[in-house]
T-cell receptor, first 110, second 115 residues
């Protein structure tokens, strides 16, 4: 079992819809969680991070964390074709060690 | 603010040859990471530096990989000798600690092809 699990997808949503990306983790030592977007052939770019239970909103993005269930999600509202990419979930321990999932590929269809 | 710089961007070598990658982190970032990303997978941490000390190298194949960060700034990652399975993108990231977490910023990566 991988320490951070994500559905590989592809996840396809129509333009304007809400895209929901999910991630589970097994290491209870993970304290903070990051969502990165990676376009094909490019390096990951940080979208947002969360370390407290509950929701955190940043523009069209909302991250949700449930430490009891070891579950992290990212919601993208009003999805745009430019959001089409692979989304990586990562968990960090207090020592800063990061463990990444293998990513979920999102396609937003016009 | 300049981003993380890496070179070269692409490298093609034959198996058993050696190769080195260079990374210059964002100014002031104490933490530096090297990741290996194989096509279709997420980045896998190879080594983490805090200033010029190693924090975690548990997943670094030490029989062939080595890394150093002199003076707590630039870093080099070396593979000697390379194997076919080393074909991947090597990503460098630098981190800034804020509160309880270390936010990482990635460089453009070096795409290595081993023939």
């Amino acid at each position: 079992q991988k320490e951070v699990e994500q559905n590989s997808g592809p996840l396809s949503v129509p333009e304007g819809a809400i895209a929901s990306l999910n991630c589970t983790y097994s290491d209870r030592g993970s304290q903070s969680f990051f969502w990165y977007r990676q376009y094909s052939g490019k390096s990951p770019e940080l979208i947002m991070f969360i370390y407290s239970n509950g929701d955190k909103e940043d523009g069209r993005f909302t991250a949700q964390l449930n430490k009891a269930s070891q579950y992290v999600s990212l919601l993208i509202r009003d999805s745009q074709p430019s959001d089409s990419a692979t989304y990586l979930c990562a968990g960090n321990t207090n020592a800063g060690k990061s463990t990444f999932g293998d990513g979920t590929t999102l396609t937003v269809k016009p | 603010e300049a981003g993380v710089a890496q070179s070269p961007r692409y490298k093609i070598i034959e198996k058993r040859q050696s190769v080195a990658f260079w990374c210059n982190p964002i100014s002031g970032h104490a933490t530096l990471y090297w990741y290996q990303q194989i096509l279709g997978q997420g980045p896998k941490l190879l080594i983490q530096f805090q200033n010029n000390g190693v924090v975690d190298d548990s997943q670094l194949p030490k029989d062939r990989f080595s890394a150093e960060r002199l003076k707590g700034v630039d870093s080099t990652l070396k593979i000697q000798p390379a194997k076919l399975e080393d074909s991947a993108v090597y990503l460098c990231a630098s981190g800034r600690t804020s509160g309880i977490t270390d936010t990482q910023y990635f460089g453009p990566g070096t795409r290595l092809t081993v023939l």
